[in-house]
């Protein structure tokens, strides 16, 4: 896959990569010894791609787009995002990121919470407001403005910290498993919304999930992973058209690529059945 | 200390019955601890009294003895109704105010006059030492330099016995020119002057708990809270005030309390080497010297109330605080 | 994690602008400026490049060599007179002469008194904390009596103590204990009060008592507020025991020390014992906050440098 | 008006009457002063609060201020109100304490601060160690009332007759249960309350007018005191800013502390100077190691009352 | 519905149900007025039942969940756990608890957080170390006992969740979203260990999920609610057979139940779309 990637980056010579990483390393040195949790990882994601990232758990999916997001420094390899390197784009505040947990702050209301990147960013009082009003009704938490976290249920908080990444508008987004708390339903409708976001505004998502079905409705180009060492199985694009209604989950290109990925995915595990 | 806080706040029906809930077990632990205390002073003041009997031969009933325990003029331990009455006789007994040379001024008689003038340093000191506390702990968890260096010291500075030095303190604060020059502006009065050394060396003892609690308040938010912070890029001074502020909430009030009652030990502290002039402080000093328990008890309480006044307070702006900050009831 | 909005050059320029304008006025001053500034520039860089063992214990070294230093130039620029301050070199050459009264004072003061003290205290508070906690009634009780008794000024109590428990160590002990409990009372109840709803509703599934409650939740969450109390009180333990031996103590002892030494006006002496004072509880706070990082490693604000 | 600091060695009482007495009747005022009393305490080494510039004068006893000028701290005897010692030992009547010899094997609480050389001296004299050995004495640092030897923690105290001595009476101990040394019974008394200054100051003529005029005044002050006791005491009790002070107890303290003032007019006696001295080098732990020089001046009083 | 919990009641006369609750309601005191997380629940839940609660977020599967645990207490309604009020089932240990996050404690390796169960309900050394092991193989964590929670990926975490509730093999299991992080493949994995472990002890499981298939895949009964009030919509009673290989989700019957509770789903939501 490596070659896969190296192969996009020539295509689209004209327009530099928005992610660029070639033979990412990164150990974590702990007690009983290190974890390696990427290896010789090598991926180019294009302005305006949706990628997707699947794999068992543990596979280094949190790591990488860590990494990207300039949290963690890799121990051997390159990356670069926007052609800097992921401080500096961090510094330009180039993106907007969804933890695996919603990790709202307590002291602050659900509202406070999503103004708080925008406070931070030196939107003004109306503005704030306004944006932050239009992802409330987006991930459909219109009217729980003044809870606190704790008075909201589980996948609640995790709209909610959807809502405050989207809030400021980012170029990229970096998104880590941002629907696991959601039934079908919501995350159907976020799935759609998302897809309308990303239609509209052109951003680059980077996308952790371990829905098959969503990947694939979802991307542009899904990311298989492998644990132990973390490392990269597959980059298969996809060649589904950009418009997408839901019922296009039953259409046969759609099972094919899920197929592909399930497969990509199986050979990750080790289970005898 | 609930009961205040309790009652600030509106409450319909419930508002009797929990102030009942509120009052009752402090009242009963009052109790109980007066029952001990009484049995505590017959035991240690019995020893004075039998040797009285025994000296001047007379001859006395059990309860003429526990009667006389309880009442002596130099215990060794005061009664509750000895030090209630000192207490009541020192301050609702005795004019606020006196007239001397034609001139009203408070009344060094009456044990409000000390407290105020305790109080105020007290609390000057407080501010003073809390301010630096968190400026300090500011520092040591944004510089590394800080954090290595001056930790070290300030723990070493509160081993330094206040009393020790607090002379020499006085000393050279109360002749500052600085100050001095501000006397004769007219920018404070004499009694300001007075008042400064002893809430600098209330602030000395005050700023250390703050110090160590908001080191750890301020490191007390998780790697995933900072790193939120990380992704949008916020500034130092936006992660201090929006995260790592907020989160130091409950450790800074926690420190906070203690830091209050420190700072009053402080400003009671400087009093002594202010040379007994007035204050709590110098009225425990003189009535040590002349031997007078009672009334060293009944200025202990005098203190022991400001103090438990100002931690209430504080207790009461926490819960008024953290639950506007969404703390769950 | 790089530096805020100030350029790197920007402190140096400012401490020479100041030191500039001190030597205008006081080339004394100036001279004191130029050391700390150098000292401080020394070891930010010291700080911050070497994040090794050894620039643990260096740099603290290098800003208290520094302090001394100042302290040194300032007696001896301003010619203070000793009876205010004494210079680190007298202060020094006495330590060195009286070892053996030093550690008389020491084992008197520090080692019966104040460790007495603070063991019996902190465990008091401790103690207390599991009633005030177990029990609401006492939570209402207890803690505002609690805080009342415990706001007893130390100088007001020192004298009843001596009165009670005699001259020796066991009233210095007494008054630690008075002085150490309530800061400890009120970090073990806010402590106790720190583990979160969910890690509590998993104990109650478990249909835990409250012993197991305690010990394998409770107590490990309140394992940084307690070592906050235990923190703060050390010192507190030591400036008890200190300033309780002003107000009656045998015929030896650091507070006792120096008191008497300070109405011979040999405030080296004096000085000499508050340097062991110093020394024997950043000793005693770094033997604490070292038991810390071993207890709570897992405590966000321990886990990071 | 010239401005004075005093700084007194304890809390305001009839103790420093005269001062007390000066201020109120504007004796300071006729001389074109404008006297400031500071009181002291237990925690205050007049010296030191001398040195910091935090007082112009300070009442001290002479050990004290002898041992200040040895270490360099050059202070100056300029006038001696005080002609004769108060301190006294006072010891339980059953503890079996006839005489100073017996207090070997005995505990005694004293001050310290300075003040605990006369007895030090007292018993190097007598041959009895202070060390708290079987044939010694064990010596405890008395806080700051009588209180270690109502509790019998120990056997001995230290008192002032104006003092300590009534506290113990007050307590309701009957005189004969007590044995009471006074000092100068024994020849080791040495010199209290006297006025002392920085030496340097002294050089200064306007700063030695305004000792000139402040001793004058002063002394007026205790010839009014001494003359009318009660009156004094009443004074001194309005001075009193901890307002714990009682009435009878400073009534008593003037009654005594004019008795110590007695016969004198403030110039210092050379012969109790040179006892006080000899006292000291004769202590064991040393006070002062040599004779001081230029410890004394009687260029202060002999112009304050000469004319 | 609540006819149906009823009549279900009736035909197990003989069997007294483990969990019955009638008419239960719930309502949260809030500063901005009383939330009502639960309306008028009637349920009643069998031994060796496999109930799974699914419905929108905030519906009230949480805290149903936690009314049956004894951690939330009604205010009206009533309900029994194995005859006995929640409290003293609770007091029994009657259950094992999946919360929705992980609440791993952080000074426990994972071996030791697995382990604590064990411990307060005083198991032996070698037994404790016996199960350990054995639910640490079982959620494919094995190698990573010695481990602290922050060195492990959400996925991991979460599985530690599940292994340390398995661990002292109560009667009664109650799982709030258990799989919610982990990727299809270990879900289906985890699906087949929980039925192999149900089948084969004839627990009596309430389960909380969002995805339809595993509801379908797992369960005797699907309970689908609805929020705002919280209350239960459809009880389905699943008539597939006991044994259950992973290709019986292609099925036509399974695909008819799965149906009925997307439609019952669908009805609790309210997009447009
Ligand atoms: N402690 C609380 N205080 C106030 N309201 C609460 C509290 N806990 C839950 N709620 C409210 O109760 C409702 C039901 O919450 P619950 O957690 O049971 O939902 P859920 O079905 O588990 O949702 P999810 O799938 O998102 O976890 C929600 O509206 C929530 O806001
Ligand atoms: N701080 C850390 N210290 C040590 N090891 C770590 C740390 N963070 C992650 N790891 C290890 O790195 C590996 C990859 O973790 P990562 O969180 O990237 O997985 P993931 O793909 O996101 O899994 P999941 O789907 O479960 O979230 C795991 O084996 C994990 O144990
Ligand atoms: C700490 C200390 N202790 C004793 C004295 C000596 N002294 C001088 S005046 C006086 C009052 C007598 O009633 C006493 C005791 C002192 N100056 N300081
Ligand atoms: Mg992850
Ligand atoms: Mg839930």
Request: proline share 5%; net charge negative.
């Amino acid at each position: 896959m490596a070659q896969a990637a190296r192969a996009t980056k020539m295509n689209t010579a004209p327009q530099s990569p928005v992610i660029a990483a070639e033979n990412l390393d990164l150990v974590f040195q702990t007690a009983d010894g290190p974890v390696q949790a990427l290896r010789d990882v090598s991926l180019t994601i294009d302005k305006g791609d949706f990628v997707s990232f699947i794999g068992p758990s543990g596979c280094g999916k949190t790591t990488f787009l860590r990494v990207i997001a300039a949290l963690e420094h890799p121990t051997g390899g390159t990356i670069t995002v926007n052609g800097m390197s992921p401080e500096e784009a961090r510094l330009n505040r180039a993106y907007g990121y969804v933890f695996q947990a919603a990790g709202l702050y307590p002291w602050r209301t659900i509202e406070k919470n999503i103004a708080l990147p925008l406070e931070i960013m030196g939107f003004d009082r109306a503005e704030q407001e306004k944006r932050v009003n239009n992802v409330l009704q987006l991930v459909d938490l219109a009217g729980f403005g003044k809870k606190f976290p704790w008075q909201l249920s589980g996948g609640m908080q995790q709209r909610a910290s959807i809502a405050r990444a989207l809030a400021f508008d980012a170029d990229i987004l970096l998104m880590d498993e941002p629907f696991g708390a959601l039934d079908e339903i919501v995350r159907d409708h976020l799935n759609e919304q998302l897809l309308k976001l990303w239609a509209r505004t052109e951003k680059t998502i980077g996308f952790v999930t371990h829905s098959i079905p969503e990947a694939v409705y979802l991307s542009t180009k899904i990311v298989v992973m492998s644990p132990r060492p973390g490392r990269i199985t597959d980059v298969i694009e996809s060649d589904l058209p950009r418009e997408r209604p839901l019922d296009i989950r039953d259409t046969p290109e759609f099972l094919a690529i899920a197929h592909r990925v399930r497969e990509g995915l199986r050979a990750g595990h080790a289970y005898d059945d | 200390m609930s009961a205040l806080a309790d009652t600030a706040r509106p409450r319909a029906p419930g508002a009797l019955s929990a102030l009942a809930s509120a009052v009752l077990p402090v009242l009963t632990i009052v109790l109980a601890i007066v029952a001990i205390w009484y049995a505590a002073s017959v035991m240690m003041n019995r020893a004075w009294t039998l040797d009285q009997i025994a000296r001047q031969n007379l001859e006395m009933t059990t309860m003429e003895i526990v009667a006389a325990t309880m009442n002596q003029e130099r215990p060794v331990l005061p009664t509750p109704h000895q030090v209630f009455n000192e207490l009541w006789s020192t301050t609702a007994g005795e004019p606020i105010m006196r007239e001397r040379r034609g001139e009203m001024q408070g009344n060094p008689r009456n044990l409000i006059f000390h407290a105020y003038h305790t109080l105020w340093p007290t609390i000057l000191g407080f501010g003073i030492g809390s301010f630096l506390g968190i400026l300090l702990a500011v520092g040591i968890v944004h510089s590394r330099a800080m954090d290595m260096s001056v930790m070290p010291w300030a723990i070493a500075s509160q081993t330094i016995p206040i009393l020790a030095i607090a002379p020499i303190i006085v000393v050279v604060v109360s002749n500052l020119p600085a100050l001095n020059n501000a006397v004769d502006q007219g920018w404070i009065s004499e009694d300001t002057k007075l008042l400064v050394p002893k809430a600098l060396i209330s602030s000395y003892l005050s700023f250390f708990p703050v110090v160590v609690g908001m080191v750890a308040g301020l490191r007390s938010p998780n790697a995933m809270d900072l790193d939120l912070m990380r992704t949008w890029s916020a500034s130092r001074g936006q992660t201090f005030w929006k995260l790592r502020l907020p989160a130091s909430v409950p450790f800074l009030f926690t420190s906070l309390k203690v830091s209050i009652a420190a700072a009053l030990v402080g400003t009671i502290v400087a009093e002594l080497p202010t040379g007994a002039r007035f204050g709590l402080g110098a009225r425990l000093l003189t009535g040590s010297y002349y031997g007078q328990t009672i009334q060293i008890w009944s200025a202990l309480f005098m203190a022991a109330i400001c103090a438990a006044a100002l931690v209430i307070l504080l207790g009461a702006l926490e819960k008024l605080v953290l639950r506007r900050m969404g703390a769950r009831p | 994690m790089k530096a805020t909005a100030i350029p790197p050059w920007g402190l140096p320029a400012l401490g020479a602008a100041l030191i500039a304008l001190a030597a205008l006025t006081d080339t004394r001053l100036a001279l004191i400026l130029a050391v700390w500034f150098g000292a401080w520039a020394l070891n930010a860089t010291l700080a911050d490049r070497a994040r090794g063992r050894g620039s643990r214990f260096l740099v603290p070294l290098i800003f208290g060599v520094t302090l001394l230093a100042l302290w040194e130039m300032a007696v001896q620029l301003y010619d203070i007179s000793f009876v205010i301050l004494p210079a680190p070199s007298a202060i020094w050459a006495r330590m060195v002469t009286e070892t053996a009264t030093l550690w008389a004072d020491f084992q008197q003061t520090i080692l019966k008194g104040a460790l007495a003290g603070y063991i019996m205290g902190c465990g008091a508070a401790f103690l207390a904390a599991l009633a005030v906690d177990r029990s609401p009634f006492l939570q209402k009780g207890l803690l505002p009596v609690g805080n009342f008794i415990a706001a007893l000024p130390i100088v007001g109590t020192a004298p009843i103590f001596v009165m009670w428990f005699g001259f020796g160590w066991q009233s210095k002990s007494a008054v630690v204990v008075a002085m150490v409990f309530f800061p400890m009372l009120v970090n073990c109840v806010q402590g106790l009060k720190a583990s979160d709803q969910m890690q509590r509703d998993l104990m109650r599934t478990y249909a835990a008592s409250y012993g197991q409650t305690l010990v394998k939740l409770r107590l490990p969450t309140a394992m940084p507020f307690i070592f906050n109390g235990l923190k703060i009180c050390t010192t507190l333990a030591l400036i008890g025991a200190i300033v309780a031996e002003f107000f009656g103590s045998p015929t030896v002892g650091m507070g006792f020390r120096i008191k008497i030494e300070m109405g011979r006006l040999a405030m080296d002496m004096v000085w000499a014992e508050i340097a062991v004072a110093a020394l024997a509880g950043s000793g005693f706070y770094g033997l604490v906050a070292l038991i810390e990082k071993r207890l709570t490693f897992w405590h966000p604000s321990q886990r990071r440098g | 008006q010239d401005e004075v600091r005093l700084q007194l060695q304890w809390v305001t009482q009839s103790q420093f009457a005269g001062y007390y007495v000066a201020l109120e009747n504007g004796y300071y005022e006729e001389e074109n002063l404008d006297v400031t009393i500071l009181p002291g305490g237990p925690d205050i080494a007049p010296p030191q609060v001398l040195a910091g510039g935090g007082a112009d004068a300070m009442l001290n006893w002479m050990p004290s201020a002898l041992a200040a000028r040895e270490r360099g701290l050059p202070v100056v005897n300029i006038a001696q109100p005080f002609v004769r010692s108060g301190l006294m030992l006072s010891c339980w009547a059953d503890a079996g304490i006839a005489e100073p010899a017996d207090l070997a094997g005995h505990t005694v609480a004293h001050w310290f601060f300075g003040n605990e050389y006369p007895f030090m001296g007292w018993m190097n004299q007598l041959g009895i160690p202070v060390d708290g050995s079987e044939n010694g004495v064990t010596l405890l640092q008395a806080g700051f009332n009588v209180d270690p030897l109502l509790q019998r923690q120990a056997d001995c105290i230290s008192t002032m007759t104006y003092n300590e001595y009534w506290q113990i009476i007050d307590a309701g101990v009957s005189p004969e249960e007590l044995v009471t040394f006074r000092y100068s019974d024994y020849g080791v008394d040495t010199l209290e309350d006297g006025i002392w200054v920085l030496e340097e100051n002294l050089d200064d003529p306007a700063f030695f007018d305004k000792m000139v005029r402040f001793v004058r005044a002063s002394m007026r002050g205790w010839e009014w005191a001494a003359a009318n006791p009660t009156e004094a005491a009443m004074i001194v009790l309005d001075y009193d800013e901890t307002g714990a002070q009682t009435e009878q107890h400073q009534l008593r303290m003037m009654g005594e502390v004019a008795l110590l003032v007695e016969g004198g007019n403030g110039t210092l006696d050379v012969e109790s100077y040179e006892r006080t001295v000899r006292t000291l080098l004769e202590g064991g732990d040393a006070v002062i190691t040599t004779e001081p020089m230029g410890a004394w001046t009687h260029a202060v009083t002999e112009a304050a009352l000469g004319n």
